[in-house]
């Protein structure tokens, strides 16, 4: 069965600190794996994905992704926090299986604050 | 925006009552999916459609129920509500497996 770990319900970094989200996923084949970001009273918005085709995945508003098959992780990171990323961070994984639907798992998520 | 549309924003009612969520997925995803959010249990999976079929069932309880329709917005029924059904109720869609889901803004249910 697939599962998703994130480490930390709550990280708070100053404004221009980095930012390392971590998640950590069981799945018994190669997976799909994506961070999503949900700011507050709004739907999950897609950060990123990895799909096997490059282990570094860059995503939008700055965020990167590594997958380390090795470590089963993806962490998220960002190199300068800005004040506008303060949301609630979601990773996921899915198996991509057709039995399956390709329906996604998602961590309890880690909520970022940002200082000013 | 996602594409994503989902109806009614808020819904207030009583315990023991009945609602139907509706969700019109992006233009061209085949695949409906519903997702409950709340504090104590994160999101989980409720259930997907895939074109009108039934294709995978997570959680959902039941006195949940689901359908597709031949023009694949999907409606999500809550009967017999009870105040721990109250929670953010999601619903995305998605193209081909594996590709991500896209999300609606998702619709707040309040069971008093």
């Known amino acids: 069965a697939q599962s998703v770990t994130q480490l930390g319900s709550h990280v708070s970094v100053s404004e221009g600190a980095l930012v390392l989200l971590r998640c950590n996923y069981s799945s018994s084949v190669p997976p799909y794996l994506f961070w999503y970001v949900q700011y507050p009273n709004q739907g999950l918005q897609l950060l990123l994905k990895?799909?096997?085709?490059?282990?570094l995945v860059k995503g939008i508003n700055g965020f990167e992704a590594e997958f380390k098959k090795s470590e089963t992780s993806f962490h998220l990171t960002k190199p300068s926090a800005h004040m506008s990323d303060a949301a609630e961070y979601f990773c996921?994984?899915?198996?991509?299986?057709?039995?399956?639907?390709?329906?996604?798992?998602f961590g309890q998520g880690t909520e970022l604050s940002v200082k000013p | 925006d996602s594409g994503v549309t989902q109806t009614p924003k808020h819904l207030i009612t009583a315990t023991g009552q009945r609602v139907t969520l509706r969700c019109s997925p992006r233009?061209?995803?085949?695949?409906v999916y519903w997702y409950q959010q709340s504090l104590d249990q994160g999101l989980q999976f409720l259930i997907q459609?895939?074109?009108?079929?039934?294709?995978a069932k997570g959680n959902i309880l039941e006195r949940f129920s689901a359908q597709q329709f031949p023009d694949l917005h999907s409606e999500l029924n809550l009967s017999s509500l009870e105040l721990g059904d109250s929670a953010l109720y999601f619903c995305a869609s998605s193209g081909r497996v594996g590709s991500p889901l896209h999300f609606g803004n998702g619709t707040r249910l309040t069971v008093t």
């Open positions: 233009s061209g995803d085949l695949s």
């Open positions: 459609y895939y074109n009108g079929e039934e294709r």
């Open positions: 990895y799909t096997s085709a490059a282990t």
């Open positions: 996921a994984v899915s198996q991509g299986a057709s039995s399956e639907g390709g329906k996604l798992i």
